[in-house]
């Protein structure tokens, strides 16, 4: 699975857009770029995955460029409660060989202020 | 559908006690998957299920034994807790559809513990 780097922090303001970018330069081909968000006291919540180009749903998006050696989270118009951890993981697509356990960082510390 | 849940929420052991952590889902999904999250820091896997009567070892297995015992459940043990095993554990389950397709993991809201 690919071995990913991301910002430890970041600070931004509420109605403000937010990019989190994260390098993963050993992807492998079978790999997705996956996103996880967790709040404090809670488990992580799926976010959003994409394999290359730009991937969008309700909450966020995700551009991949044409190498797939990094991906930038981009999530708009912030407010307070996205303040959370951001996890960028690699993601090895399911081969039937055993389990898909996640390879969690220490992920994005985004801090929303008014 | 109350997702994947937990229980306790919170528990405080002794070095040397046991215990057993449950986790149930009922999204009918064959993977299941124990992490635990020390501070700052991010998840680890402990151990996973495939399937119904499969378990495998993951990252960080020592001092632990799980049971799948049925597709619905799958638990945790510690036969003798110690201070290094405080945590705050969270159990997962994923819906594999078939190989070469991505699937989402869904997260419990975990439990945690303190070793004295």
């Known amino acids: 699975l690919a071995k990913t780097t991301q910002p430890i922090s970041m600070d931004s303001y509420e109605g403000q857009e937010v990019n989190i970018t994260c390098s993963h330069n050993?992807?492998?081909?079978?790999?997705?770029i996956t996103w996880y968000q967790q709040f404090p006291s809670q488990g992580p919540r799926f976010i959003i995955q994409?394999?290359?180009t730009k991937v969008t749903n309700e909450v966020a998006s995700l551009f991949i460029p044409a190498d797939r050696k990094s991906s930038t989270l981009s999530l708009p118009r912030v407010s307070l409660s996205d303040t959370a951890v951001y996890y960028c993981?690699?993601?090895?697509?399911?081969?039937?060989?055993?389990?898909?356990?996640?390879?969690f960082g220490k992920g994005t510390h985004l801090i929303i202020q008014p | 559908n109350a997702g994947v849940t937990q229980t306790p929420k919170f528990q405080v052991l002794k070095t040397g006690q046991s215990m057993t952590l449950q986790c149930a889902q009922d999204m009918n999904h064959n993977s299941m998957y124990w992490y635990r999250q020390d501070p700052g820091m991010g998840l680890r896997l402990i151990y996973y299920?495939?399937?119904?009567?499969?378990?495998d070892k993951g990252e960080v297995p020592n001092g632990y034994n799980v049971s799948r015992l049925n597709k619905r459940e799958f638990s945790l043990r510690l036969e003798s807790a110690a201070p290094s095993q405080t945590s705050v554990y969270f159990c997962?389950?994923?819906?594999?559809?078939?190989?070469?397709?991505?699937?989402?993991?869904?997260f419990g809201p975990g439990t945690r513990l303190l070793v004295l």
């Open positions: 994409g394999y290359k």
């Open positions: 299920s495939a399937s119904e009567g499969t378990t």
């Open positions: 997962a389950s994923n819906e594999i559809a078939g190989v070469g397709v991505k699937g989402t993991q869904y």
């Open positions: 050993n992807i492998a081909t079978n790999d997705y």
């Open positions: 993981l690699g993601r090895e697509v399911y081969s039937g060989g055993g389990a898909d356990g996640l390879t």
